[in-house]
């Protein structure tokens, strides 16, 4: 019972076994304590009952030798009052406990003893060190001795009253080894990129440099770097450990978010005052225009120079529709968009397939000049939302309602490359002016994507607005001038719009242009640095509007310089495209007003509605066609396409 127990406590599957066998082993061992307990007692009474005796013979014998003493009897031999000891019982020594307390029922102690001469040793393995391959460290816990009741026994004077001394020996030579990551050898951190993981080994390294070792080998060959055990980007695991040495970076992650919240909030700002500054100045312009209309009205002398001869002149600047075609597209309904391309003479009109063995949604195109049909190319099952032309005129891409966007050859009417970026629609696309062999594709979730010609496997760059994640319904390609030396793009969603600029340190800078939408259409012609961007009724503005404005910047940021705003129906419910007529002397914009059902006319030169024709259908789309002298233009219905040649007004 002396002897020293030493308890491993190993982690695993094994625990119950063993808390089972200590049980049974710790109420054997209180079986016995009870026993000698019992024993014990009655060895002490059983010296007491011969200490009494030895008491009484002793008084017998005095009294004895004094009555002999008296009768002059000789003294006998001299007694020894001397004892023996009872036997020693081979064993331990038992300490003698109570009755009481023997025979209480006894309680399940955490760690049973033997005697009060050693104390167990309990030795922990760490799991955490096991999972990362390294030495263990080694917990050895002193222990209080227990005895067989729920009172704890009494501690000897040398034996302390605090709590149990706990000594942690580490076998680690290296303070370091296990607390690193093995890839980088960094420090794990609790959070973020490099938060600790595992593999299915057990081996532990930081989450970004694994998936980055496992990205960096081959598909067959991927291993851990320790043990070189298969392994799988399914097999990281997080560990979610209470004590690890790992960088505490929360700190950091806020104070770069909050640098990040303050960056948003100064762009922000800036953005206010440039469009502040771009009203201030769109003020003083037009005050300058109504002082020269002041000056004129109060001189009443229509052949004065200066501004009155200016007034004069643009107030003769008018413009009119004159019927020219009419083209039946299609039986069934269908048609949605159209392009006009001045280089070729063409015409391309979205429209439902008639053929039965091909069904789906595809482009025709027309000659300008006879407005006979040339070719057709099939595109896509479902209908077709934008369509674009290269520089050259030699490709074609057209985005529909599927998933990707296809670019055909204008000559040979095949499909040169398909770009699937996302698992959303592409709502727009635009080929880049400048020949970057790019394309920009917007999709219905408010991302933006680049992609190259040459390369459609994956997309060169992403463009995401966080604050606006409404679908992009427009992109335009601005190229390279005296403001943007390097050109960029227009993108027009739901509800802003934003124009991409491309530095000199091949970064992309986005900027939000001073317009409130929501927004239905947007055009621009890079000729004329013009662009128009159509608006639905809003609580602000109970009108549909048409804002025709100039591309600028003020302070080096790119905004909005509006030349003029054109007001429209009351109700917007389809998204109807408007169209800006470039003329040598002025700017015409049409548009289809939904509520009047009319078609409208709008003149810059005196900012008035020039003409208004009656459709009843909804016209879908208006784009401006350009044959040498002559300028058409084109109102789209669901089967028909109408066309208007623009005449002087006179």
């Known amino acids: 019972m002396s002897s020293k127990s030493n308890i491993h406590l190993v982690w695993g599957t094994g625990d119950a076994n063993f808390k089972f066998k200590q049980i049974e082993t710790s109420k054997r061992k209180q079986s016995l304590a009870l026993l000698f307990g019992i024993f014990s007692h009655l060895l002490i009474l059983h010296a007491r009952a011969m200490e009494q005796a030895a008491a009484a013979e002793a008084e017998s014998s005095e009294d004895e030798e004094s009555h002999a003493a008296e009768n002059g009897e000789p003294e006998p031999e001299a007694v020894s009052d001397e004892v023996d000891p009872p036997e020693e019982v081979a064993g331990p020594a038992v300490e003698a406990i109570p009755v009481e307390d023997a025979i209480a029922p006894p309680a399940v102690p955490a760690v049973d003893e033997s005697d009060n001469s050693t104390e167990p040793e309990v030795e922990v393995r760490d799991p955490a060190n096991q999972l990362r391959g390294a030495e263990p460290v080694v917990l050895i816990e002193r222990m209080s001795p227990s005895t067989g009741s729920n009172k704890k026994r009494k501690r000897s004077q040398s034996e302390s009253a605090a709590s149990p001394e706990i000594e942690k020996v580490s076998l680690l030579d290296d303070s370091d080894d296990g607390t690193i990551c093995p890839i980088c050898l960094d420090h794990w951190e609790m959070t973020g990129t490099h938060r600790l993981t595992s593999l299915k080994c057990g081996h532990l390294f930081g989450h970004s440099c694994i998936r980055r070792w496992l990205q960096t080998c081959q598909h067959g060959s991927r291993v851990c770097p320790q043990c070189k055990a298969r392994a799988a980007m399914r097999d990281i695991r997080f560990i979610y450990a209470k004590r690890i040495c790992a960088l505490d970076k929360s700190e950091e992650y806020r104070l770069t978010d909050l640098l990040n919240a303050e960056k948003a909030s100064s762009s922000k700002l800036n953005q206010t005052v440039a469009m502040l500054r771009m009203e201030l100045a769109m003020k003083n312009k037009h005050l300058a225009e109504l002082e020269c209309k002041l000056e004129y009205y109060q001189k009443q002398q229509p052949g004065s120079v200066g501004c009155t001869t200016q007034l004069v002149q643009q107030a003769g600047l008018r413009y009119k529709f004159a019927k020219d075609k009419h083209i039946d597209m299609s039986k069934d309904s269908g048609c949605r968009v159209m392009l006009a391309a001045r280089q070729s003479c063409t015409l391309a009109i979205s429209q439902k397939s008639n053929q039965t063995l091909f069904p789906g949604f595809g482009v025709r195109t027309f000659d300008i000049r006879t407005f006979r049909s040339t070719n057709y190319l099939h595109m896509s099952s479902k209908p077709v939302r934008d369509l674009c032309y290269s520089t050259n005129e030699e490709l074609i891409a057209a985005a529909t309602l599927e998933k990707c966007v296809k670019l055909f050859s204008v000559r040979s009417r095949i499909v040169v490359n398909t770009f699937i970026p996302a698992d959303k629609p592409i709502w727009a696309c635009a080929l880049d002016s400048d020949a970057k062999n790019f394309i920009y594709l917007g999709s219905g979730h408010g991302s933006t ?165 009656p459709i009843s259908d909804i016209v879908y789309d208006t784009c401006p066609i350009y044959d040498g002298d002559t300028t058409l233009a084109a109102a789209l219905t669901e089967d028909k396409c109408r066309i208007y040649k623009i005449i002087p007004d006179c």
């Open 449 to 613: 994507y680049i992609y190259d010609l040459r390369a459609a496997d994956t997309f060169v760059k992403e463009f995401r607005i966080e604050e606006d994640v409404s679908p992009v319904i427009a992109i335009a390609s601005v190229p390279a001038t005296s403001l943007f030396p390097l050109g960029g793009f227009i993108v027009c969603k739901l509800q802003s719009v934003w124009f991409y600029e491309y530095m000199p340190t091949q970064q992309v800078v986005n900027t939000r242009l001073n317009v409130e939408g929501p927004f239905v259409s947007m055009s621009y012609d890079a000729s004329a640095n013009s662009l128009l961007i159509g608006t639905r009724p809003s609580v602000n503005y109970p009108l549909a509007r048409y804002i025709l404005s100039k591309l600028d910047k003020i302070n080096d940021i790119p905004a909005l310089d509006i030349v003029t705003v054109f007001e429209g129906a009351r109700v917007a419910p389809v998204m109807s495209r408007s169209a800006q007529i470039i003329m040598k002397d002025t700017t015409l914009v049409t548009a289809y007003l939904q509520d009047r059902k009319m078609l409208n006319l709008w003149n810059l030169s005196d900012r008035s509605r020039s003409q208004s024709l």
